[in-house]
T-cell receptor, first 113, second 111 residues
C-alpha cells in the first residue's frame, strides 16, 4: 500500500552526466514537491507542482528541472550533476498547497562520481 | 520569510524517560505546525501536527503543544522506546506557502 514511490532508491551518476529521478503517488494529491536533503540538514524545497502549475524556488539552480506529465508522476532532471549535487532527493505530495499534510517518499540517494 | 529554530540539535534519554523538543517560529501568520520523524535512510514521516486554533494535541505517547503568543511549539514523547531513536523535524506554514523546516533534532534512546 505504498503511497509515494521513488525510483531508484540509489542512483550513481558521473560528473556532468544527466540523470532523472522519478516519483509516483497513489494518493491522487494535487501537489507534488521535490526536496534536496544533504547529510544532517533539513529538507530544502527545490520546486513544486500544483496540478500542472510549476513553482520554482528562487534559489533552485537552473541545473535542476522537473516534469509532471500527469497527476501520478513527477520527475526530477539534473542536467549536469556536480559533486555538490550528491544528496538525498525526496518527493512529497499533499492534497492542497500550504498548510496541508505532506507525505514523503523514501527518497533517492544520488552519488556523483 | 518564515524562520524556524529548533532545539536541541541532539538529545539522549534513557528508555522510559520523556523527551521534549522545542521550536520557535517568526511569522505570526503561521497556522500549521507538523512534526516529522526521519529514520536513517528513509523519508520523513508525519507523526503529529497541530493547527493554530488548538493549544495541545495528543496521540498515545506523543503530544504537541502550541503557544501562539510566544510563537513556539514543542513535541513531547513519553515513555520513550529504542524505536523512537531518529531525527525529528518541526515545520511551520502559513497555509499560503510551503513548509519551513527546523534544523532537526537527533534523538537517541538508550536501552
Amino acid at each position: 500500500d505504498a503511497m509515494v514511490i521513488q525510483n531508484p532508491r540509489y542512483q550513481v551518476t558521473q560528473f556532468g552526466k544527466p540523470v532523472t529521478l522519478s516519483c509516483s503517488q497513489t494518493l491522487n494529491h494535487n501537489v507534488m514537491y521535490w526536496y534536496q536533503q544533504k547529510s544532517s540538514q533539513a529538507p530544502k524545497l527545490l520546486f513544486h507542482y500544483y496540478d500542472k502549475d510549476f513553482n520554482n524556488e528562487a534559489d533552485t539552480p537552473d541545473n535542476f528541472q522537473s516534469r509532471r506529465p500527469n497527476t501520478s508522476f513527477c520527475f526530477l532532471d539534473i542536467r549536469s550533476p556536480g559533486l555538490g549535487d550528491a544528496a538525498m532527493y525526496l518527493c512529497a505530495t499533499s492534497r492542497v498547497a500550504g498548510g496541508s499534510e505532506q507525505y514523503f517518499g523514501p527518497g533517492t540517494r544520488l552519488t556523483v562520481t | 520569510g518564515e524562520n524556524v529554530e529548533q532545539h536541541p540539535s541532539t538529545l539522549s534519554v534513557q528508555e522510559g524517560d520523556s523527551a521534549v523538543i522545542k521550536c520557535t517560529y517568526s511569522d505570526s501568520a503561521s497556522n500549521y505546525f507538523p512534526w516529522y520523524k526521519q529514520e536513517l535512510g528513509k523519508g520523513p514521516q508525519l507523526i503529529i501536527d497541530i493547527r493554530s486554533n488548538v493549544g495541545e494535541k495528543k496521540d498515545q505517547r506523543i503530544a504537541v503543544t502550541l503557544n501562539k503568543t510566544a510563537k513556539h511549539f514543542s513535541l513531547h514523547i513519553t515513555e520513550t522506546q529504542p524505536e523512537d531513536s531518529a531525527v525529528y523535524f518541526c515545520a511551520a506554514s502559513t497555509g499560503a506557502n510551503n513548509l519551513f523546516f527546523g534544523t532537526g533534532t537527533r534523538l537517541t534512546v538508550i536501552p
